[in-house]
């Protein structure tokens, strides 16, 4: 859906645009020597609204003149530097909750043009850690939001709930290669979040130079079984291949993520998450008569930076 509003920012764009060209070039010279001729064959003076109506401008170009500033610059601040986003659902508490309303800086990991959505300028890539917005691989209408945890050649392995690492590592040119490592993690509280009446564990895990929270429900055991089965690898590894990522849901066991579908390509990637604009809360009885969709409250704490 994102990316049809894209394909539609553009077309608005370019043909107010003509239109207003068109005019410039075409039309408003005819109409400026209508009222020259005017002028010169009634010696009266005549006044601007009398003169409008000699040679009108019209409707169209008109309205193409006030929507194409405002169409343009909507259009680029949206493909080339911020893009807002709703979080649907809680696949990332605790960082992100249900209501939140972020910003995505879309020039953080290249330029892309918002059609087809190829790279034109490299400006940066994914860092471990950080929250990325992307197309989903399955279905690529669908915007889905995960945190980067495996980068291009490393190994995951997510297995009793922890995540270990084995970074990239060229073993041509570096004679001692780090070893596969549990990614630090420390439990904080058990109760804040539930989950079917299950209350949540609450842990802070450090990615690199990131330290974040997540969340994990005791009741859930792991599926390995269920997750996407990569060729050489055990049910639970993953080896990341070039030019693509691993992302997981900081709600680790409520989150359909890359253990379940593979990897994210670097051109599925929308931008990186850095900030909440507005936060709603929706606690409202399931009996009122108010629509679900209206919120009850915003929740100022959590405007700003995300973490």
Known sequence: MANYFSIGLVFITLASGLIWLADA????PKRKEKVALAKASNSA???D????KIAPEPYLVDTAKQIFPVIAFVLVLRSFLYEPFQIPSGSMMPTLLVGDFILVEKFTYGLKDPVARNKFIEVGEPQRGDIVVFKYPEDPNIDFIKRVVGLPGDTVVYKNKQVFIKPACDVT?????????PVELTFEQRGEFFQDLVPLERFTEKLGEVSHEILRNPAVPPHPQMYYQQPGTAADEFLVPEGQYLVLGDNRDNSRDSRYWGFVPDENLVGKAVAIWISFEFDREPSSWVPGWVPTG???SRIGGIH
Do not use: G, I, M, S
Request: hydrophobic letters at 40%; a negative charge; aromatic letters at 8%.
């Open 25 to 28: 070039l075409l039309w408003a």
């Open 45 to 47: 003076n005549l006044d």
């Open 49 to 52: 609204e009398t003169l409008q």
């Open 173 to 181: 040119t570096t004679p001692e290669c780090p070893q596969l490592k």
């Open 298 to 300: 915003v929740r100022f």
